[in-house]
């Protein structure tokens, strides 16, 4: 079964392939047995946990499984292998595949790696000695039919890790690919863990036997015909597997015939193509920022327009409808868990508009509900003004000292145009002004969230998030028209809260940030809690004898419940 010559025919008789599969997906486990942190990066509450870096040594089928393997569980992985050829199928796994400068072809006709030249190894013994600084985990793979396995990772390599690394060594019985492995041992060598050992296939029992099952089941079936088993030294397959026949020994089989030489394409002049013109970190900004504008003002116009409430209603349901579900089913990159999080904390300070509504009495509040109200909108500017301020400064994180300028304040035109637009139309009397800026602040709140989910729309997210807020804001207080006392008591509370909201936001540790958006996630259910006890006390009266109150009283209790168990 070991000489079953390695065709696209024989792939299903490949045991040694089975093996190796098996081999490279037990060498990550082990890995990660031994490995002293998470293999994926995190954010947390407690921290942030970068990805681990893992270096597979070999593209063969036990080094593509381990590369595989390791991706899926979250690690940054990078491959090397002395044959070109593989190296499709490595990126093709999501591994990073490194190369040298020396061009020299590692490949043989029957698909195996050869012995490369001495320059060639001077080159990777460089290679790999700067990887060993970097990488957490390596993996090597790499054999040679017949021969001792190269030695790639010097003692010197093995000294330069971190405290913590792993080293796998597939390759240990046959000698091993790292200087410093103990064949069929795991120890610990200047505080890097060896893991030599020569049996990872049978520690995973079941699948060997069943894989090795169907091999060899596959591979007598196949000799000879239909119900008719014959010896055919005519098929490949059987006469690169077979040893002896009556007593005459045919190994080793002939070599195989490599593929005849290609002859080179001819040259052909390249097409010159007009070189696209790249816009600046200023232009491309303010083109994002006009078609923000466009967005904002058409959906104002559609609002001066409307004939009847109707109107309104439709167009609000069918945006919701379109771009809400379109932008929500995109992917969010998991470096962003954490702005995302904390933007949505921001927009969830939306709870202030409910607050708004119920804040009532003159300069200051006269009851227990214009009290409550009052807290409910405190509450919320903080998370408002802090939450936004913490995303961008977690945003912050992810800048590079080339990274172009950024030109965010020209998201100032589309914001002026909303609150601006929206305040004439408010003047004119236009009733269905509103219903269209509810409108236009909730599609930036939603694209706030969309723009959040990868790292080249999240700046753009964060600009629409304060879009969003500011003008749902804005709208409540167009539509209640309060009087000037009671304005001048909801720009307190908007002031006080904002105010402590960005204190903090700007002293917090940039290490305590995950915490700070836990916290400001809690504020959140309380604002909802205070909210919900106010709407209960105000509307107590009316609701307490009229049936048709339930659905009001059940979201009531909803609210208080979930936001209580948020605050705790």
């Known amino acids: ?35 002293p942190r998470f293999f994926s990066g995190q954010i947390t509450a407690a921290g942030k946990v970068p990805p681990a870096k893992i270096l597979v040594i070999g593209g063969g089928v036990a080094g593509l499984a381990a590369a595989g393997q390791a991706k899926s569980m979250g690690a940054i992985v990078r491959a090397f292998d002395t044959r070109s050829v593989v190296k499709e199928q490595i990126e093709s796994m999501g591994a990073e595949f490194l190369t040298i400068d020396i061009k020299e072809e590692g490949g043989t006709a029957g698909g195996y790696s050869k012995e490369m030249s001495k320059d060639f190894i001077d080159a990777e013994h460089a290679l790999f000695a700067k990887q060993a600084k970097e ?19 010097l003692k010197e390599h093995v000294m330069s ?39 990872l296939s049978s520690r995973l029992p079941t699948q060997s036997s069943t894989l090795y099952a169907n091999n060899i089941s596959k591979f007598l079936l196949s000799i000879g015909e239909q119900n008719h088993f014959y010896i055919n030294l005519e098929d490949e397959v059987v006469r690169g597997s077979i040893i002896l026949e009556k007593g005459n020994l045919l190994w080793p089989p002939p070599k195989p015939v490599g593929p005849p030489p290609t002859a080179a394409p001819a040259a052909t002049p390249a097409a010159v193509l007009p070189e696209k013109k790249e816009d600046t970190p200023f232009m491309a900004t303010f083109k994002d920022s006009l078609l923000t504008s466009g967005g904002i003002g058409t959906i104002l ?69 214009e009290a409550l109200a009052a807290s409910a909108a405190f509450v919320s500017f903080i998370n408002v003004f802090g939450g936004f301020l913490v995303t961008k400064r977690m945003l912050d994180m992810f800048k590079r000292p080339d990274d172009p300028p950024e030109y965010n304040s020209l998201f100032a035109i589309p914001a002026a145009l909303f609150l601006g637009g929206y305040g004439w139309a408010a003047l004119q009397n236009l009733p269905e002004i509103h219903q269209a800026a509810y409108l236009a602040s909730s599609l930036c709140c939603v694209g706030a969230l969309a723009g959040l989910s990868s790292q080249k729309t999240s700046r753009l997210g964060n600009s629409l998030g304060m879009i969003g807020v500011s ?8 539509q209640i028209a309060p009087s000037t006392e009671v304005l001048v008591q909801m720009a307190a ?8 909201g960005t204190i903090i936001a700007k002293k917090i540790q940039i290490t ?42 059940t979201a009531l209790f909803l609210g208080t419940y979930i936001g209580g168990v948020t605050f705790r």
């Open 1 to 35: 079964m070991d000489c079953i010559p390695r065709i696209t025919r024989a792939q299903v008789f490949d045991a040694l392939s089975s093996m190796a599969n098996i081999s490279g997906y037990r060498a990550v486990i082990e890995a990660a047995n031994h490995f």
């Open 135 to 153: 990488v957490d985990v390596i993996i090597s793979t790499a054999l040679i039919p017949g021969k001792k396995a190269p030695t790639l990772i």
């Open 161 to 199: 890790m971190k405290p913590g690394s792993v080293l796998v060594d597939l390759a240990a019985e046959a000698g091993g690919n790292i200087e410093t492995t103990k064949p069929g041992e795991i120890y610990k060598f200047n505080d890097v863990t060896h893991i030599g050992l020569t049996d």
């Open 301 to 369: 116009s559609l609002g001066m327009a409307a004939p009847n409430p109707a109107f309104t209603s439709m167009l609000t349901t069918f945006g919701m409808a379109g771009i809400v579900g379109y932008h929500t089913v995109w992917g969010v990159t998991p470096a962003l868990h954490s702005p995302l999080m904390s933007v949505t904390n921001a927009i969830s300070g939306i709870t202030a508009v409910g607050g708004l509504l119920l804040m009532n009495g003159g300069y200051y509040p006269t009851n227990s509900i």
């Open 471 to 478: 003008g749902g804001i804005v709208a409540t207080l167009g």
């Open 493 to 500: 509370t908007l002031v006080a809260g904002g105010t402590i």
């Open 512 to 553: 305590d940030l995950p915490q700070l958006v836990a916290a400001f996630h809690s504020l959140v259910g309380l604002a909802a809690v205070l909210t919900c006890v106010s709407t209960f006390i105000h509307d107590c009266p009316t609701v307490a004898t009229n049936p048709a109150a339930n659905v009001l009283l």
